[in-house]
């Protein structure tokens, strides 16, 4: 194994996944000056929401940060997924542990699957619940699709966006459940609170999030 890993790294050199940079062997993904000046939140930088409890990132949306989950959404960098985990899982055991029953993502819509080729949300929860010994469950289903968030405008046009956009997928693996939703980015917080909501009404007991990344 070892050899071949040799191979591979010879003819795809691993690189940060921040800044792009080639990394030595041995690395966790991450080159030691990003380690050090990468936009990081203090204490998860939590949030309160419509629906959900808090929400919690271990990042900023700014900067190597940004161009970073822009490449890993829309230039296929889905490996990228593995080192996000890590620093997720890290922000949630020291914000949330022992208060979450099951870990969940924000879905696409089968439209949107469909183009990009991978559900991002889907990615991150599923490493990030690996890196907590846990695994990631579907809670949700977009079943309608709408234009991005990104380019909707304020809170309220995005709130009216999204509304009736998710269902829940099993009201019965639902019911009573402290639910982790994870997401890439949290701006306004009205794609969270959508969803959030939906699995309040199918009777979840409660719904905290988690995302890579919020704007300030």
Do not use: H
């Amino acid at each position: 194994m070892s050899f071949m890993r040799g191979i591979l790294n010879l003819l795809f050199p691993p690189r940060c996944v921040f800044c792009r940079k080639l990394l030595s062997g041995g690395s966790s993904g991450v080159c030691p000056k990003c380690l050090e000046n990468l936009p990081k939140t203090t204490g998860g930088g939590i949030q309160s929401g419509n629906y959900y409890t808090s929400c919690i990132s271990p990042f900023y949306y700014e900067d190597k940060v940004r161009d970073s989950i822009l490449r890993f959404k829309f230039k296929e960098c889905k490996g990228y997924s593995k080192v996000y985990g890590r620093y997720i899982a890290d922000c949630i055991a020291e914000n949330f542990s022992g208060k979450y029953d099951l870990i969940s993502w924000v879905p696409l819509s089968g439209e949107r699957l469909k183009t990009r080729g991978y559900d991002q949300a889907m990615l991150l929860a599923l490493s990030t619940a690996l890196e907590l010994g846990d695994v990631a469950v579907e809670t949700l289903v977009k079943c309608r699709d709408v234009p991005a968030q990104s380019g909707t405008g304020g809170a309220e046009s995005r709130r009216a966006n999204i509304s009736g956009a998710y269902v829940a997928s099993d009201e019965e693996l639902i019911a009573g459940k402290r639910i982790l939703l994870i997401d890439d980015i949290i701006t306004t917080g009205a794609t969270l609170s959508e969803c959030s909501r939906v699995l309040l009404m199918a009777g979840a007991g409660e719904v905290l999030c988690a995302a890579l990344a919020q704007t300030r």
